[in-house]
């Protein structure tokens, strides 16, 4: 097994094959660039939002979180560890039981926004999961109490207190970000 460092290129079989303690990374230009290690609100918010898109994707796909993704970023190879994933049967079969990285874009990722990393990051981070395939992005500010949906069409949308989230995407799914903040008891 290959040890994890930042400086050392990488394919992506070996980024895959990677022995990394307690520290998550992404593929990223050919390296395994270190994850944010997440703090309370965001731990709590990504396991309420888990078990919220949990309830409701019952039947119709898998709600992950901190699951690789196999894409590709202006024509290389990247890894990307979302917060959470949703994917649905029709994407990834229920039949689907490797212990592998999530091998086709999902319809969303969810990221989480920590201390110290900006929104426009993860704008441009989500541009390029939607040029990847990815078919919709949110991205959830603790700090502001918003959630923005992105989508392929350069579309922003930005949530915030009650406001229903809906997407005929996720037909079905409908939550607001005081639903999320309430669940969470951060408010």
Not at 48 to 60: A, E
Not at 155 to 170: F, H, K, P, V
Request: net charge negative; hydrophobic share 40%; charged share 25%.
């Amino acid at each position: 097994m290959v040890k994890a460092t930042t400086d050392q290129k990488l394919t992506l079989t070996e980024f895959l094959n990677l022995c990394t303690q307690d520290v998550n990374y992404e593929f990223v230009d050919d390296h395994a660039l270190p994850k944010v290690s997440p703090k309370y609100y965001h731990s709590n918010l990504q396991l309420t939002l888990c078990l919220l898109i949990h309830k409701w994707c019952k039947g119709k796909g898998r709600v992950v979180p901190e699951w690789a993704i196999i894409l590709k970023r202006q024509g290389k190879d990247w890894c990307p560890v979302p917060d959470l994933t949703y994917i649905s049967y029709q994407r990834l079969p229920k039949t689907w039981q490797d212990n592998e990285a999530c091998p086709v874009p999902p319809e969303l990722v969810i990221e989480i926004i920590s201390p110290g990393q900006t929104l426009e990051e993860f704008i441009d981070k989500a541009q390029d999961y939607l040029t990847a395939g990815v078919a919709r992005v949110w991205i959830l500010e603790p700090t502001a109490k918003t959630i923005r949906t992105c989508s392929l069409n350069n579309e922003i949308q930005l949530y915030t207190d009650d406001q229903l989230i809906i997407d005929e995407l996720l037909p079905g799914l409908e939550l607001t970000v005081n639903q999320l903040f309430i669940e969470a008891e951060l408010i």
